[in-house]
């Protein structure tokens, strides 16, 4: 139990595009959400918490203009990376939050050219 | 973000051998704490978290966490090369700087 997918798990975009990137509990409702991104060598980053049917919030220096996060039900998270530039390039992880557990998503690698 | 340091490492230990992890913490009011290990191109994987101070095993892995002087540790026995990863200190949903473990056989 408490498996969390993510969808794709690469991706390859144009600078200027924006990538949409799901997160889905399959087994279990998570009303909170976490998004990571994690640079090479580096360790996890919160960019964001998500939670279900309100507004997500932004860790600081995370610009929420460009990282749209929607939690539109209890077992999906969407995070979008709007006008992707090559510094947007990293692995994005996501997180559903259940009984004092994170269980976290396979991950998906973001390349910007 | 909560500062969460760790040993940056990287650490080697022969097979068989007990790799100790540390990691140090700012935020007095902190009541989770999680250990992570994390395989290259993979997500983490939880090996267990720890509330009160003292001691807490399990199989080969145990934790101990010291409130008071704000650090948290993780103690691998009978080290085997598949330990061989990077290990994340987690303070509830922030991460430390990880220490990068080599088991070597």
Redesign the interface.
């Known amino acids: 139990g408490a498996v969390v997918s993510q969808h794709p798990s690469w991706v390859i975009c144009k600078s200027g595009t924006s990538v949409k990137i799901e997160c889905r509990s399959l087994d279990f409702q998570a009303t909170t959400m976490?998004w990571?991104r994690q640079f090479p060598k580096?360790?996890?980053?919160?960019m964001a918490?998500s939670n279900e049917g309100s507004k997500a919030t932004y860790?600081?220096g995370v610009e929420k203009d460009k990282f749209l996060i929607n939690h539109a039900s209890l077992t999906l998270s969407t995070l979008t990376v709007t006008s992707a530039h090559p510094e947007d390039s990293s692995?994005y992880?996501c997180s559903a939050y259940r009984a004092?557990?994170?269980y976290?998503?396979?991950?998906t690698r973001l390349t910007v050219l | 973000?909560k500062e969460v340091e760790q040993n940056s490492g990287p650490l080697s230990v022969p097979e068989g051998a007990i790799a100790s992890l540390n990691c140090t913490y700012s935020d007095r009011g902190s009541q989770?704490f999680?250990w992570y290990r994390q395989y290259s191109?993979?997500?983490?994987?939880?090996i267990m978290?720890i509330y009160s101070n003292g001691d807490k095993e399990d199989g080969r892995f145990t934790a101990q966490l010291n409130k008071a002087s704000q650090y948290v540790s993780l103690l691998i026995r009978d080290s085997q090369p598949s330990d061989s990863a990077t290990y994340?200190c987690a303070l509830q949903?922030?991460?430390?700087?990880?220490t990068s473990l080599t088991v070597i056989p």
Do not use: H, W
């Open positions: 976490f990571y580096q360790s996890l980053m919160l918490t860790e600081q692995f992880i004092d557990t994170q976290f998503g396979p991950g | 973000q989770s999680f191109g993979k997500s983490p994987e939880l978290s994340l949903f922030y991460f430390g700087t990880g």
